[in-house]
């Protein structure tokens, strides 16, 4: 299993920006992919980005297109999310998740290993 640790949550205003990381330890060898969920109150866990340790594939969820930018860096396990122009609607508690199957892109039940979650508000 890996271990996921994320950081950087907060409160910001409308249109302010936040950095989210998540740095991975234990079996990480194993890692196809890491990516970032978040769940509203009262809603599902929604997929919010990912990147694919075979080639630096990235994919976005059309909400957060333009806006949020997914980076890694390998010698610290880390991943990044840099969230901008920020809306209310992106108030959620995001959570680092990370995938040891093949094929697994945006498919919640696809990521096996999952972070304790950070709190972003953004206020209007």
């Known amino acids: 299993q890996v271990q996921l640790v994320e950081s950087g949550g907060g409160s910001v205003q409308a249109g302010g920006s936040l950095r989210l990381s998540c740095t991975a330890s234990g079996r990480t060898f194993s890692t196809r992919l890491m990516g970032w969920f978040r769940q509203a109150p009262g809603k599902e866990r929604e997929f919010v980005s990912a990147i694919l340790w075979m080639d630096n594939s990235i994919y976005y969820a059309d909400s957060v297109k333009g806006r949020f930018t997914i980076s890694r860096d390998n010698v610290k396990n880390t991943v990044y999310l840099q969230m901008n122009s920020l809306k209310p609607e992106d108030t959620a508690v995001y959570y680092c998740?990370?995938?040891?199957?093949?094929?697994?892109?945006?498919?919640?039940?696809?990521?096996?290993?999952w972070g304790q979650g950070t709190q972003v508000t953004v206020s209007s």
């Open positions: 998740a990370a995938s040891d199957r093949a094929g697994v892109r945006r498919a919640r039940e696809g990521y096996n290993s």
